[in-house]
């Protein structure tokens, strides 16, 4: 997926837990204390530079800005709603999944009211389901603490579980017009392109707070921050920037001296370790699958999955697949034919799900080390919230059974 076509509004690093991002480290003086050495280039603007960068974006949004559904509204949940949906996910993704959400939770109370499980059925396909459960918390939060409405002040806002101070930022400036900075991924780009800030973002993050903040225009914050995200999601892409129809390009160190392909600086990553899995889809004899709800919290959690788990070193699919299931459903099964095998990236891991048909022995199955399980027909598999690589299995059920 090219990060160009990610939403700008968000930050680019993956938020699997969903707890607040980036840092609040930004403030409005000139020099925030205790900023590392360093940290400072490109950070100083001249008022006439300020005025100059925000006609010239500002220009250009009027000209240029893209037309998105919750650019429509002034209602901050349906704002908020898309924020989250757009963190790490392309628009034309959420645009149908921001569309139906609207119609089944149309308020906050709606949402706050909902039984979780609806909530991850109505969130399954977009990944990070953290996403979707601390929505559903900070809906109950802002019932209970707010009235049902939802809040206006920062402080309180970042206070909901999930929203950091970039989101904050989104919700605040587009609902309500309110002079908030932002700090996503695409934005980080952009500022240290336009500042020629050679060091990776992370090591900067005062400094492109505190340019944010100093570009920001305090009479049009709204239409400020959309059109830098648009910027970034348009214009200053990752890779062969279109400096020529960037508003910015006679302000911008980084075109003026052709590094915008060098920046921002990126940080070097280990790769991401690869785990093999032993995935177990159990038929009893009525034609019924055995399926497990995952514990609430964590990666997936809450989400129904078919049982499975970790190939051990020197161990065989089958044989783990077999102890698999004795741990953690207490049960006896023969483990037959491979239905599928499915690749799948997660933000700090890559899996294999290894998929078998097995067939039940002996035992009560138990929910040892999940929330419950259940023996369900496989049309009804559909009424159940499940991760996307095991929807990919549900799929390869189906087909064969055709
Ligand atoms: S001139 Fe190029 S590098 Fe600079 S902000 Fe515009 S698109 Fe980005």
Request: charged share 20%; glycine share 6%.
């Amino acid at each position: 997926m090219p990060i160009s076509s990610f939403h700008p509004t968000h930050n680019d690093n993956p938020n699997p837990v969903g707890q607040a991002i980036d840092p609040p480290g930004f403030c409005l003086s000139p020099d925030p204390p205790g900023d590392p050495p360093g940290d400072r280039p490109g950070g100083d603007l001249s008022n006439q530079e300020l005025h100059d960068l925000r006609q010239a974006l500002l220009r250009w949004y009027g000209e240029s800005g893209r037309d998105l559904p919750w650019r429509r509204t002034r209602d901050p949940y349906a704002i908020w709603i898309s924020e989250i949906m757009l963190q790490q996910t392309q628009v034309k993704t959420v645009m149908p999944y921001y569309d139906r959400w609207l119609k089944q939770f149309p308020t906050i109370a709606h949402l706050a009211q909902a039984d979780q499980q609806q909530v991850l059925k109505a969130w399954q396909g977009l990944g990070y389901y953290a996403r979707a459960r601390n929505l559903h918390r900070a809906a109950q939060m802002i019932l209970a603490e707010h009235g049902g409405e939802f809040p206006q002040d920062l402080s309180s806002v970042i206070a909901l579980p999930g929203i950091g101070q970039t989101t904050a930022g989104g919700i605040l400036s587009a609902a309500f017009n309110q002079a908030v900075p932002i700090l996503d991924g695409n934005v980080k780009r952009v500022l240290a392109r336009l500042r020629l800030i050679e060091v990776p973002p992370r090591q900067a993050i005062k400094t492109l707070w505190q340019i944010s903040a100093d570009l920001l225009d305090p009479q049009q914050p709204r239409d400020f921050n959309q059109a830098l995200m648009d910027l970034g999601a348009t214009i200053c892409t990752p890779k062969n920037p279109a400096c020529l129809l960037c508003p910015w390009n006679d302000r911008c160190l980084a075109f003026q001296t052709n590094m915008q392909n060098e920046l921002p600086v990126s940080e070097k990553r280990a790769p991401i370790p690869h785990k093999q899995i032993g995935v177990a889809v159990i038929w009893n004899d009525r034609k019924q699958i055995l399926i497990d709800r995952r514990k609430p919290e964590g990666l997936l959690g809450g989400l129904w999955e078919f049982p499975g788990g970790k190939i051990e070193p020197d161990e065989t699919v089958e044989d783990c697949i077999r102890r698999e299931i004795q741990e953690e459903i207490g049960i006896a099964i023969t483990v037959g034919d491979r239905l599928i095998t499915i690749d799948h990236t997660y933000t700090h891991f890559r899996v294999t799900l290894n998929v078998h048909h097995c067939q039940y022995v002996s035992g009560e199955p138990q929910a040892i080390e999940c929330d419950e399980v259940r023996w369900v027909e496989v049309a009804e598999l559909e009424q159940f919230p499940f991760p996307q690589a095991n929807v990919q299995i549900i799929e390869a059920i189906k087909q064969q059974r055709q």
